[in-house]
């Protein structure tokens, strides 16, 4: 018989997918890809957007990033928006290299997509307790950590965090 030990994923990566979800309820999933090292998050939308309203909800968005950068001393991001629909529902996808990426941005991303989108965007949102924010407090500082080591170690595997039924899951892809 021929087993294949099944290569172990990389730690930080599947903490940082994970955390990321459980902080930000309003991301649907989040994918590394390291040939080009991005991560790609994807927003679930109940309703169809006009491209009309994609192409200025995506140039707001990169507008506001990019500021956000600015303010921050980044420069030369990679930014890509596309717009998926499945009958009544769109997936709204932002693409960001790590490179130039922060929790902070993350964050503006996440309330900027609650704003935009209130009552069409899907969210987990959970009951906050003092236990929750504290936990969340904790995972937003890991988040910070596992992104500088994305930025300085390289990481082989694709891998997707999903959210379903208030549980979140990574895969290998």
Do not use: W
């Amino acid at each position: 018989m021929n087993f294949r030990k099944a290569k172990k994923p990389d730690m930080d990566a599947v903490n940082l997918l994970v955390s990321i979800l459980v902080c930000y309820p309003e991301i649907g999933t989040v994918s590394y890809e390291p040939k080009d090292e991005t991560l790609h998050f994807s927003f679930t939308l109940q309703g169809m957007l006009t491209p009309e309203t994609f192409r200025k909800t995506a140039q707001y968005l990169e507008e506001s990033i990019l500021t956000y950068h600015g303010l921050e001393g980044f420069s030369g991001a990679r930014i890509n928006f596309t717009l998926e629909g499945q009958g009544n529902t769109a997936f709204f996808y932002i693409d960001r290299d790590v490179e130039t990426l922060s929790r902070g941005e993350i964050n503006l991303i996440a309330n900027l997509m609650r704003e935009l989108f209130e009552k069409l965007l899907l969210s987990e949102q959970e009951e906050k307790n003092d236990l929750y924010e504290e936990e969340e407090m904790l995972r937003e500082e890991a988040i910070d950590h596992m992104i500088g080591s994305l930025k300085v170690s390289r990481i082989h595997e694709r891998m997707i965090g999903v959210r379903e039924g208030g549980r979140v899951m990574v895969f290998n892809k």
